[in-house]
């Protein structure tokens, strides 16, 4: 007769001393039983960091119940019950495969042995298996209450610190240098910058930026851990994006909680760097951000136009001007419009409503505190997240009905967040190298800004090949807040002054 040894260590990391059971140690027991019992030992399987919840099918284990069901092996051995598992029915079912089979399990330093299975010693162990079990939650509890209380010390949890940081024994710390390049690129994207234009900037200014990642010697690291970095010096595109997308700037760090998918979250850090408003508004920008080539220098609703099915048109060149086009892939409803000709309709239709208070636009002429109402839904709904994750208890209201009201209050911070992003933010003039800029420089970034103030969103329908239509028959405007078009609101001509009489004619030709 020949048995299998099993032998699994969930944790290798560093340990030692009389409480670890090493692969060795259960070996050794293993060959005693099967010296005392006349058995040959055929093979010994292990798993190293494995843990005992895992699925026998997943571990080596598995291997060797399935050589017990055909026939290769006569069983299996491990040194303790929660050696060969940690989960009470993975552990029990598995046991009752070897059984079917005809294979005998042994756990000598547990007291058991399938050769002697009734009801009494099975009763037995599957308490023995319930108490592994327990002993892995509890395990994992105390791991993530170490955790907790790390986060709590201003530890950062991650494998790598944030771009920009230096972090020593697991806290982190920022350089006035770094802290002000950090807070310069939330800056450029709030102004509508793109992750390209940051990634380069950042490039040449931070170049010669060193950060260090330090931990102290360990049993895992006798020499400790000492990594300087240049996190500048070739940061990417992609690599912008997810610093301005991680909330780690604003102080928060992630815990895990036991169940898959919802972690906590632990905020006020004490290496924040920028405000939650400052982190809204760099996230709230769309797209790639405000493009500066030639072609889109020269219109004004860049960003603004859609074609019927909702697609943004860009810019492109058509004849001998600009034009906004559609190009996405599976547009069914494609359109192209002069940029000349759709800008100047809606000049018209902007300065026909400014003239005869239009409401929508007569509201925001009368004060635009959108965006920065909408800043301010977003920082009570998040205080009332907080609020609510800190203050409501579990087990006064019962499980589902928490979870609803953190999914709602989440739900409810989402929407604010996806309502900024359709708000333009008040810019002020940019300066120009460090100077500030002329008129003549600024008028066009003005012009566009004074469009999104009252625009929404321009609609262009398609025409056919060849066709030409009036733009007024194609392009549907809609002002901030309206939920029907825009329409020229036209006086009698005893009260048109004598330009907007010409102008009408114009448009009428």
Known sequence: MSFDIYTRVSDEDGRSGPSFGSPEEQEATCRAWAEREGVEVDEVAYDGNVSGATKVDDRELGRLVREVETGESEGVVVRYVDRYARDMIE??????????????????????????????????????????EAQRERNNENRRQGIRRAADRGCYLASRPPTGYDRRD???????????????????????????????????VGANLETVDEW???????????????????ITENGIRHVIASRAYVGEVVVPTG??????????????????????????VTGC???????????????????????????????????????HADCN????????????????LLGDALLNREPHVSAIMEGDNRYQDAL?????????????????????????AWARGRAARQARLDAARAFLRTVPEPKPTKLKKGKPMTFEEAEPGLVRVHYRRFVARVVVG????????????????YWIGATEPAAFITPSDKELPEALKAHAKELAA
């Not at 006798?222 to 500048?232: H, I, N, T």
């Not at 409803?333 to 018209?348: K, N, P």
């Not at 398609?462 to 405007?477: D, H, L």
């Open 91 to 132: 552990g029990a079912l598995t046991l009752t495969r070897i059984v079917a089979a005809g294979g005998r399990l042994a756990a000598p330093d547990s007291g058991f042995d399938s050769a002697n299975l009734n009801s009494d010693t099975r009763m037995v162990f599957n308490i023995q298996l319930a108490i592994a």
């Open 170 to 204: 697991g806290v982190l710390s920022i350089q006035p240098p770094a802290k002000e390049l950090i807070r310069e690129a939330f800056t450029r994207r709030a102004e509508g910058e793109t992750f390209a234009g940051i990634a380069t900037w950042l490039r040449e």
């Open 462 to 477: 398609p025409v056919g090949r060849g066709k030409r239509v009036a733009v007024a028959s194609r392009a549907k405007v």
């Open 333 to 348: 409803a494609r359109a192209g419009i002069s940029a000349e000709a759709l800008d100047a309709y809606v000049a018209s």
């Open 216 to 234: 102290m010697p360990s049993k895992s690291r006798p020499e400790g851990k000492r990594v300087l970095l240049r996190p500048f010096a070739s």
């Open 289 to 327: 951000g405000e493009n500066t080539g030639a072609l889109s220098a020269q219109v004004l609703l860049g960003g603004l136009a859609r074609c019927k099915n909702g697609h943004r048109m860009s810019v492109g060149k058509s004849g001998s001007g600009p034009a906004y086009l559609c190009t």
């Open 259 to 284: 169940v898959r998918g919802k972690p906590e979250t632990r905020t006020g850090g004490a290496w924040a760097v920028i405000s939650q408003q400052a982190w809204e508004r760099a996230n709230a």
């Open 376 to 400: 301010q839904v977003i920082e009570d709904a998040r205080q009332e997240l907080e609020a609510f994750v800190a203050e409501v208890s579990v087990v006064e209201i019962g499980k589902e």
